[in-house]
T-cell receptor, first 111, second 109 residues
């Protein structure tokens, strides 16, 4: 069984569009995260959610908004996509300060 | 400031050679450090965390507070070890991982 899943795996879209990436975890974890991996493979935290509350937001443009319908899901909505948003986005989850489990990633290409 | 530094972007070794992937950190207090591995186009997987002191796939890492280092070592590299390795630090609040820039390990025969 997949612990952390993301859809879609690949997303190609044009500048200015609005898109969403979905993430689900079946581990019963209480915290979920979104990380961005840029073209240089540098990984940086974007958001984390604990019990449906946003607890950090690292200088991410407000075009990006996380939405958590329940504890097992943390979706990422992106408005007015820009070329610089092209990256791989990883969802992750953890229980407290323990190991973070990562999803397979969503490769976003903005043309 | 909380920071992780991996000074080597690429490390190339021959099969059977020893490997050491360097990681230095900056942190106030007792750090919680991890090594994650990412095989080609796959998800990140936890390789080690310092508090468990386990050896996974022959890799070990020791926390050296005096040198603020958490280097990853393996005595005999295998071709299947070729991957991107990230050193990561749990931030003070315990709410996110701070990653180094990663080191690509390439093992050739």
């Amino acid at each position: 069984d997949t612990a952390v899943s993301q859809t879609p795996k690949y997303l190609v879209t044009q500048m200015g569009n609005d898109k969403s990436i979905k993430c689900e975890q079946n581990l019963g974890h209480d915290t979920m995260y979104w990380y961005k991996q840029d073209s240089k493979k540098f990984l940086k935290i974007m958001f984390s959610y604990n019990n449906k509350e946003l607890i950090i937001n690292e200088t991410v443009p407000n075009r990006f908004s996380p939405k958590s319908p329940d504890k097992a899901h943390l979706n990422l909505h992106i408005n007015s996509l820009e070329l610089g948003d092209s990256a791989v986005y990883f969802c992750a989850s953890s229980q407290d300060r323990n190991e973070q489990y990562f999803g397979p990633g969503t490769r976003l290409t903005v043309t | 400031a909380q920071r992780v530094t991996q000074p080597e972007k690429l490390l190339s070794v021959f099969k059977g050679a020893p490997v050491e992937l360097k990681c230095n950190y900056s942190y106030s207090g007792s750090p919680e450090l991890f090594w994650y591995v990412q095989y080609s186009r796959q998800r990140l997987q936890l390789l080690l965390r310092h508090i468990s002191r386990e050896s996974i796939k022959g890799f070990t890492a020791d926390l050296n507070k005096g040198e603020t280092s958490f280097h990853l070592k393996k005595p005999f590299a295998q071709e299947e070890d070729s991957a991107m390795y990230y050193c990561a630090l749990l931030n003070q609040a315990g709410t996110a991982l701070i990653f180094g820039k990663g080191t690509t390990l390439s093992v050739s025969s």
